[in-house]
């Protein structure tokens, strides 16, 4: 008899070390940093960016202004994602905003300066957020 309550306390340590583990387990894998989605945003826009400037085709919309030809570029090119995005081109100098902001929004930009044959430069201004 007095062996069988030596194992039933060893049975009872081995189960409080093995919850306090678990417990422990638990509170450290809810901390460990996953990629924020502003960073995912962030990185898409610079990319989509940097398509834009280096296509020959859409550096000279930009130049000209033909949002429509950007904005379905960037439709195409987010289609499998569940962002909504706007494009302003605007001067330089100027200040790009949109006429609405929501909770959360995300916004690069881009100097396009000139093509070959057109030189004036203008800003290309990227907005991206998430219903």
Known sequence: MVG?????RIAEAFLAIVL???FLIAIYSSSINKPKKSEE?????????DEISFSDNLRDAVLSGKT?????YVAQRLAASSFNFSIKICEVDD?????????????KDRIIGSNLTYY????????MWID
Not at 68 to 72: A, F, L, Y
């Open 41 to 49: 945003i962030y990185n898409t826009e610079k990319i989509i960016l």
């Open 95 to 107: 200040i790009c905003g949109l006429n609405f902001y929501k909770k959360e929004f995300y916004a």
């Open 68 to 72: 429509d030809v950007i904005e379905s």
């Open 20 to 22: 306090i583990l678990g």
């Open 4 to 8: 069988k309550k030596g194992w039933l």
């Open 120 to 127: 004036e430069p203008k800003k290309i201004k990227i907005f």
